[in-house]
């Protein structure tokens, strides 16, 4: 395919029709259910063509990239779908243990994570994020290409990265079939320089977001995503791919959440989104971050009116600052709330969040922490497509059918371990032993559950 000069930052409209016509979006808009719209629609339990129409108008996304189309499961993230959850892994600069980050995508896998992306910084990157893939297949798989972009511009030309090196990263990462990326083309520079003369207790806490406005700083340049971002959009177009807008300006902290920073990004993520929207590129947005209980439904309100229901990506959010060594709990309350609120995908946190890159057991306890958070919220948007399985365990639980418990658990093995500690056998649970309310008005009750939703 011809590439346009970075230089030239629109398209003709005859390159963009030719671009856009084979993306899934665009298939959609066209009136045509693609395959994956009504396999997913099964899966899911709803109407195939009310999500023909959402995807058509960017109000879900199916993760993808047209390099691995038919080897992935089938991810939906939006209006009216079940809240998935993203596991994070990958080597920092100071703990580089590969065999670690396999188990951790072995995990991810197991235990029922719907997407894993790699944020290394350690080691041979390309090998790293080859080899993560294959370990997490059938899960869509997730990067941050600046992470890259930085280190390799570092270690090569002893200085920051040249421009054209965040596009030849980004191109080198679809072409191995990433298919979703965070892009940070939110901050621009004016919003850099605003925010390191700000007063927020934690200027940013977006690892991608500081290389990027420290690049802008020290060029005196624009952002390279927001500056060539019709180029970006061509090159997601063409492996019909997924951005996922990034949040430099998420509150790092609880007295910084919805400040004019976290919100002059906001509105620069929903005009980047309308433009790709009409290129048929897919796009989600990230978002906090910190804050209190009381702004997590504003929050998530605040973000579907300005993107006209764009899927959100939120990390937690964490509701205390002071949970260190417990961040997979505050996370996790502040993700159900969200979640019921119209949350489309959450991402994971450990108990090592703050503290150190996790091991594979945290990683194993921040998924499932972040499951029931998902889980929970599904019950009040979805209603009764998430309350069957509650049904279905309570059902078990007044039978003291122990197999059927331990199956309809986030973890089942973890289920039978506790209900054995002790060793004792018996009907009921050691916790009530004999004194079991089932057992005590079992021959008075009816033995038919109640009614399932």
């Given at each position: 395919m011809v590439r346009l000069p970075l230089n030239i930052k629109g398209l003709s409209l005859l390159f963009r029709c030719i671009l856009v016509v084979k993306t899934i979006m665009l298939e959609a808009r066209s009136g045509s259910t693609p395959d994956e719209v009504k396999a997913l629609a099964k899966l899911e339990g709803v109407d195939p063509d009310k999500l023909r129409r959402r995807l058509a108008d960017g109000r879900v996304i199916i993760i993808r990239n047209e390099r691995r189309k038919g080897r992935l499961k089938q991810v939906g993230i939006g209006e009216g779908l079940s809240?998935?959850?993203?596991?994070?892994?990958?080597?920092?600069?100071?703990?580089?243990?590969?065999?670690?980050?396999?188990?951790?995508?072995k995990i991810a896998v197991k235990y029922g994570s719907d997407t894993i992306m790699d944020l290394s910084t350690g080691g041979d990157l390309d090998e790293v994020r080859r080899i993560l893939m294959r370990e997490s297949e059938p899960l869509p798989f997730g990067t941050v290409p600046t992470y890259q972009t930085w280190i390799e511009g570092v270690k090569r030309y002893k200085t920051l990265p040249p421009e054209d090196l965040f596009f030849k990263v980004l191109e080198r990462q679809l072409k191995?079939?990433?298919?979703?990326?965070?892009?940070?083309?939110?901050?621009?520079?004016?919003?850099?320089?605003?925010m390191v003369r700000s007063d927020r207790v934690a200027p940013t806490v977006s690892r991608g977001g500081a290389m990027l406005a420290a690049w802008m700083l020290e060029n005196e340049r624009e952002n390279p995503y927001y500056k060539n971002w019709s180029y970006l959009l061509e090159l997601f177009a063409e492996y019909d791919a997924v951005i996922s807008l990034g949040d430099a300006l998420r509150p790092g902290?609880?007295?910084?959440?919805?400040?004019?920073?976290?919100?002059?990004?906001?509105?620069?993520?929903?005009?980047?989104?309308?433009?790709?929207?009409?290129?048929?590129?897919?796009?989600?947005?990230?978002?906090?971050g910190?804050?209190?209980l009381d702004k997590v439904a504003t929050d998530v309100k605040m973000m579907?009116?300005?993107?006209?229901?764009?899927?959100?990506?939120?990390?937690g959010p964490l509701v205390t600052d002071i949970a260190v060594g417990y961040d997979h709990i505050a996370s996790a309350i502040g993700a159900a709330i969200a979640a019921a609120e119209g949350a489309d995908l959450i991402c994971y946190l450990t108990p090592a969040e703050h503290l150190s890159l996790p091991d594979p057991e945290q990683v194993k306890?921040?998924?499932?922490?972040?499951?029931?958070?998902?889980?929970?919220?599904?019950?009040?948007?979805?209603?009764?497509?998430?309350?069957?399985r509650d049904y279905e365990m309570s059902v078990a639980r007044a039978k003291l059918d122990w197999r059927r418990v331990f199956k309809l658990s986030m973890d089942s093995e973890k289920a039978e371990r506790i209900y054995r500690q002790f060793g004792a056998e018996v009907e009921s649970c050691n916790m009530c032993g004999p004194y079991c309310v089932f057992l005590i008005l079992n021959k008075y009750v009816k033995k038919e559950g109640g009614k399932p939703p």
């Amino acid at each position: 395919m011809v590439r346009l000069p970075l230089n030239i930052k629109g398209l003709s409209l005859l390159f963009r029709c030719i671009l856009v016509v084979k993306t899934i979006m665009l298939e959609a808009r066209s009136g045509s259910t693609p395959d994956e719209v009504k396999a997913l629609a099964k899966l899911e339990g709803v109407d195939p063509d009310k999500l023909r129409r959402r995807l058509a108008d960017g109000r879900v996304i199916i993760i993808r990239n047209e390099r691995r189309k038919g080897r992935l499961k089938q991810v939906g993230i939006g209006e009216g779908l079940s809240t998935k959850v993203n596991v994070n892994i990958g080597t920092s600069a100071t703990v580089y243990n590969l065999e670690m980050e396999r188990e951790k995508a072995k995990i991810a896998v197991k235990y029922g994570s719907d997407t894993i992306m790699d944020l290394s910084t350690g080691g041979d990157l390309d090998e790293v994020r080859r080899i993560l893939m294959r370990e997490s297949e059938p899960l869509p798989f997730g990067t941050v290409p600046t992470y890259q972009t930085w280190i390799e511009g570092v270690k090569r030309y002893k200085t920051l990265p040249p421009e054209d090196l965040f596009f030849k990263v980004l191109e080198r990462q679809l072409k191995d079939g990433v298919d979703f990326m965070t892009i940070h083309a939110g901050i621009t520079r004016q919003v850099a320089e605003r925010m390191v003369r700000s007063d927020r207790v934690a200027p940013t806490v977006s690892r991608g977001g500081a290389m990027l406005a420290a690049w802008m700083l020290e060029n005196e340049r624009e952002n390279p995503y927001y500056k060539n971002w019709s180029y970006l959009l061509e090159l997601f177009a063409e492996y019909d791919a997924v951005i996922s807008l990034g949040d430099a300006l998420r509150p790092g902290a609880l007295m910084d959440a919805h400040d004019e920073l976290q919100i002059s990004e906001l509105i620069n993520q929903a005009k980047l989104l309308e433009s790709a929207r009409e290129m048929g590129v897919q796009v989600m947005v990230e978002g906090p971050g910190h804050m209190s209980l009381d702004k997590v439904a504003t929050d998530v309100k605040m973000m579907k009116s300005i993107t006209k229901g764009a899927p959100y990506y939120v990390l937690g959010p964490l509701v205390t600052d002071i949970a260190v060594g417990y961040d997979h709990i505050a996370s996790a309350i502040g993700a159900a709330i969200a979640a019921a609120e119209g949350a489309d995908l959450i991402c994971y946190l450990t108990p090592a969040e703050h503290l150190s890159l996790p091991d594979p057991e945290q990683v194993k306890e921040g998924l499932i922490a972040s499951r029931i958070a998902a889980h929970a919220g599904d019950i009040i948007k979805l209603g009764d497509r998430a309350l069957r399985r509650d049904y279905e365990m309570s059902v078990a639980r007044a039978k003291l059918d122990w197999r059927r418990v331990f199956k309809l658990s986030m973890d089942s093995e973890k289920a039978e371990r506790i209900y054995r500690q002790f060793g004792a056998e018996v009907e009921s649970c050691n916790m009530c032993g004999p004194y079991c309310v089932f057992l005590i008005l079992n021959k008075y009750v009816k033995k038919e559950g109640g009614k399932p939703p």
